[in-house]
T-cell receptor, first 113, second 115 residues
Framework: NAGVTQTPKFRILKIGQSMTLQCTQD?????MYWYRQDPGMGLKLIYY???????DKGEVPNGYNVSRSTTEDFPLRLELAAPSQTSVYFC????????????FGPGTRLTVL | AQKITQTQPGMFVQEKEAVTLDCTYD???????LFWYKQPSSGEMIFLIY??????QNATEGRYSLNFQKARKSANLVISASQLGDSAMYFC????????????FGSGTQVVVTP
């Protein structure tokens, strides 16, 4: 049982490049989330999904896209990377909506130069 | 509007002492969950403890306990018998009906445990 896995762990992008951050969970959770954490700050929600085929925007969705074709996978796409997207990205999943903890992946540290 | 407020940016605590981390929350929902996460310098988010809005007893998990005062909208974390490995950033967070249960985080409290 691996929980939530994310790849890559680290990445450096040049301005204008694109990339996909991978997230996979093996707990059969319906609810999945992408957060970003800027230095010294709490986490902010980028996108979330309540099941395969259903996604919606969070607080800071600009510059990102997601898809959810399976229960297990929830990739985050960065288009035209900008320095403002330098951050640590966390994927999380949970069994339920309110009364269950979210399980976090190890994070991806992204730097855009 | 800020839904989770942590007023202590940083704290020093001596080994073996107890420490209380403050957290207040704001929601109009009757059903919500309150969570504490630990983030060590290595960066991962570690779930510590949970309190449901309808739970009458304060939650406890080992050395962690949550002092839940619903009328005051307060959910303070108490760490007993601090250890050097407790040095980390601690986040209070809440899930309610907003955005399908997203975690709404406070700004965190940095705890440093000294020998």
């Amino acid at each position: 049982n691996a929980g939530v896995t994310q790849t890559p762990k680290f990445r450096i992008l040049k301005i204008g490049q694109s990339m996909t951050l991978q997230c996979t969970q093996d707990m059969n959770h319906n609810y999945m989330y992408w957060y970003r954490q800027d230095p010294g700050m709490g986490l902010k929600l980028i996108y979330y999904s309540v099941g395969a085929g259903i996604t919606d925007k969070g607080e800071v969705p600009n510059g990102y896209n997601v898809s959810r074709s399976t229960t297990e996978d929830f990739p985050l796409r960065l288009e035209l990377a900008a320095p403002s997207q330098t951050s640590v990205y966390f994927c999380a999943s949970s069994q339920g909506l309110i009364y269950n903890e979210q399980f976090f992946g190890p994070g991806t540290r992204l730097t855009v130069l | 509007a800020q839904k989770i407020t942590q007023t202590q940016p940083g704290m020093f605590v001596q080994e073996k002492e107890a420490v209380t981390l403050d957290c207040t929350y704001d929601t109009s929902d009757q059903s919500y969950g309150l969570f504490w996460y630990k983030q060590p310098s290595s960066g991962e988010m570690i779930f510590l403890i949970y309190q449901g809005s309808y739970d009458e007893q304060n939650a406890t998990e080992g050395r962690y306990s949550l002092n839940f005062q619903k009328a005051r909208k307060s959910a303070n974390l108490v760490i007993s018998a601090s250890q050097l490995g407790d040095s980390a950033m601690y986040f209070c967070a809440m899930r309610d009906s907003d955005s399908w249960g997203k975690l709404q985080f406070g700004s965190g409290t940095q705890v440093v445990v000294t020998p």
